[in-house]
DNA sequence: GCTTGACATGGAGTAAACTCCAAGTGATAT
DNA sequence: ATATCACTTGGAGTTTACTCCATGTCAAGC
C-alpha cells in the first residue's frame, strides 16, 4: 500500500500543505493515516478523496456542502439517498452557473467584436458602453 | 430622460441599496446623477451599467477587474486597445472555468447514476466513493 | 410644528476560504 | 551531540465582497 507525506499529496495536487491539514481539521478527508510520529501518510484513499475536494472546490462548490456530503459519507448507507439529494441539488446549482458563465462569455465576444470594429475602422464611436 | 431612484433600480436588479452605494463608492458606477438634496437620481446609462455590472458579477468576474475596466472607459479613446485587451484575457478565464465546471457537472451526473444503481439495486456496494 | 419615511454618509462588522506564524517534536546528517 | 529539516499544532491574520449600523438630512403628511 502507497503512502505518501504532505510534501508530495502538495505537489501532486498543487494544494499547499496548509490547505491540506486545513480540509483534515474542517472534515474534508474522512481518514488520513498517520505513522507513530503523528506524521501524515495519505494513501489512496485520501488521495482519491483530495483530487474530488479540488475537483468540486474548482468549480466553486462551497466547503460547508462538502463538509456535509463527506459527513454523511461517514455514516454509510443509511445516507444514500440523502447523499443522492445532495449531489443532485449541487449538480443543479452547477448547471445554472454554468448556464450563466456561457451568457457571459457570449456577451464578451460581443463586446471584443465591437472593440475589433472599432479598431479596424468600422465604428468610430464606442458609444456603445457598457 | 427617465431617473429612477436607488430603491427603484435596487428592485428592478435585485441588488440591495448598500450594494448599489457600494458599487458606485468604489468606481463601478461612472457616473450617477443626483438631484439637489444629493439623492441618486440613476438614469439610463447607470442603469446599463449596473446590469452590466451584475452580469459579469455573475460570473464571477472580480471587482478589481471590474474596477480597472471602468476606469480605462472614463480616460477615453486612448485606452480601447487596453480595454479590449483586459476583456480578451477576462473571457479566457471563463473560458476556462466553464471548462471547469462542465466536467464538474459531467462527473457529478456520473456518481448520481451510480446512487441510482445502487437504489435500483443493481449494485451493491458504495465502494465507488469518492 | 412634528413625525415619518426615504434617503445620505463613514466606518465597523461579517462570511468564506484560506494563509501565515510561533513554538514544538523527532529523525537524520555531520 | 548538535544542527538541520520536515513535519506537527493552535490560533491569529488576510482577502474579497459585501452588509450592517449609527447618525444625519430633507420633504411631505397630519
Redesign the pocket.
Known amino acids: 500500500m502507497i503512502k505518501i ?4 499529496v502538495s505537489k501532486k495536487y498543487n494544494l ?4 491540506l ?3 483534515e ?1 474542517i472534515g474534508l478527508i474522512p481518514h488520513v493515516p ?1 505513522n ?5 501518510n495519505f494513501d489512496e484513499e485520501s488521495c482519491r478523496w483530495i483530487e474530488f475536494i479540488k475537483c468540486m ?1 474548482s468549480a466553486g ?4 456542502v462538502l463538509i456535509k456530503y463527506i459527513s454523511l459519507f461517514k455514516q454509510g448507507r443509511e445516507t444514500l439517498e440523502e447523499r443522492r439529494n445532495l449531489l443532485i441539488e449541487q449538480k443543479e446549482k452547477l448547471v445554472e452557473k454554468y448556464t450563466e458563465i456561457g451568457n457571459t462569455i457570449n456577451r464578451l465576444e460581443n463586446k471584443i467584436k465591437i472593440y475589433d470594429e472599432i479598431a479596424e475602422g468600422k465604428r468610430k464611436d464606442f458609444m456603445e458602453e457598457p
Chains 1, 2 share one sequence.
Do not use: F, L, S, V
Not at 36 to 40: A, D, E, F, M
Open positions: 507525506t504532505i510534501a508530495e499547499t500543505q496548509d490547505t491539514r486545513y480540509y481539521k498517520r507513530n510520529n503523528g506524521i501524515r472546490r462548490m462551497q466547503i460547508e
